[in-house]
């Protein structure tokens, strides 16, 4: 409705899509980032619990190398209690896959779906490349299909890229932030392409919301301003008035609603390849318009994402040029003459 002042209907088109999917909780979305808080009330029954490993008695049942991991792993402190310290984690989660149609809270992208948690970042939001690294391998080799990836920064990785390629050939999608600099800053695991579906992140008038990155490695755009989802409270204040939702802005939000896309695809149909699946949610968008204040026609992708198209319509083939350069053998193309693509 465009409630906060914005253009009506420049949304992702979910709950039209909720009459044909509501997820699956076969699906496994592997969140690689500050933790989950999987005790909060509209994801716990969500969270996916490692059905090899029996909790709490100190052995690795299913031998996978952690032990007692029933929810996850946190690779930032070694240990089995992925617990979000930040609430950043939570956030994504909830726009993923929040449980719908239960009374309260919020509704996820997905009503129903496994969400792995995948702490490798602390409390103070910040980590290691190789703890998620660890986390990616884990993630993959326990099960998650998707991963959502809303970290990243602007240095590059050879290990990081090859961790992803790693996961690529295992059959995983990875979805990643394109970054909040609001520039044309290329930011990492975004650019890893074709590993990953970078996220640009839009606003209530469909434009590119003003701190998101843009530039060729953006494969996608998704809404990123004034998101709400779950989150967990950190503080006594918090605790007292049980802030348990909350707004929050990024590419970060933005990615977390293309892995729920993804997952709520799968879901409908799982013998999908990964190259099947990001290309039936790349190319149904809606095309956005780019921010004007940037001062360059350049496309957010193939545009804003939107659910009820990729779950019903055969995705189109869509031809992205920078230029066409033809000619005939005169060099100029005359009215009537038809030439070559080069
Ligand atoms: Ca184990
Ligand atoms: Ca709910």
Redesign the pocket.
Same mark, same amino acid.
């Given at each position: 409705t465009g409630q906060t002042g914005g253009v009506p209907d420049v949304d992702i088109d979910a709950p039209e899509a909720w009459n044909t999917e509501t997820g699956d909780s076969s699906v496994v979305v592997g969140v690689v980032d500050t933790g989950i808080d999987y005790n909060h009330e509209?994801l716990a029954e969500n969270i996916w619990t490692n059905p090899g490993e029996i909790p709490g008695n100190g052995i690795d049942d299913d031998n996978n190398g952690y032990v007692d991991d029933i929810h996850g792993w946190d690779f930032a402190y070694d240990d089995n209690d992925p617990m979000d310290g930040h609430g950043h984690g939570t956030h994504v989660a909830g726009t993923i896959g929040?449980? *719908?149609d239960?009374g309260? *809270?919020?509704?996820g992208v997905n009503w129903d779906v496994q969400i792995m948690a995948l702490k490798f970042l602390g409390a103070d939001g910040s980590g290691t490349t190789s703890d998620a690294i660890e986390a990616i391998r884990y993630a993959v080799d326990n099960g998650a299909r998707i991963l959502n990836m809303s970290f990243g920064g602007t240095s590059a990785s050879q290990t990081l890229e090859a961790a992803m390629q790693y996961a690529w050939d295992a059959g995983a999608v990875m979805v990643c932030a394109a970054g909040n600099d609001g520039t044309h800053q290329v930011h990492y695991p975004g650019a890893y392409d074709p590993y990953c579906v970078a996220v640009a992140a839009t606003d209530h008038d469909d434009v590119r919301a003003g701190f998101s990155n843009v530039g060729p490695e953006v494969d996608l755009a998704a809404p990123g301003v004034a998101v709400f989802s779950a989150t967990r409270y950190l503080n006594e204040w918090q605790e007292t008035h049980r802030f348990i939702y909350g707004t929050a802005n990024g590419t970060s939000a933005s990615t977390a609603y293309v892995s729920g896309l993804a997952a709520l695809v799968l879901s409908q149909d799982p013998s999908l390849t990964s190259d099947e699946l990001v290309d039936r949610i790349k190319f149904t968008a809606d095309p956005v318009l780019t921010d004007p204040a940037l001062g360059e026609d350049e496309r957010l992708g193939t545009g804003r994402i939107n659910a009820l198209r990729a779950l019903t319509e055969p995705p189109a083939c869509v031809l992205l040029v920078d230029a066409v350069t033809v000619a005939d053998a005169d060099g100029r193309l005359s009215p009537g003459e038809t030439a070559d693509l080069l």
């Open positions: 509209d929040a449980v *719908g239960n309260i *809270g919020i509704a």
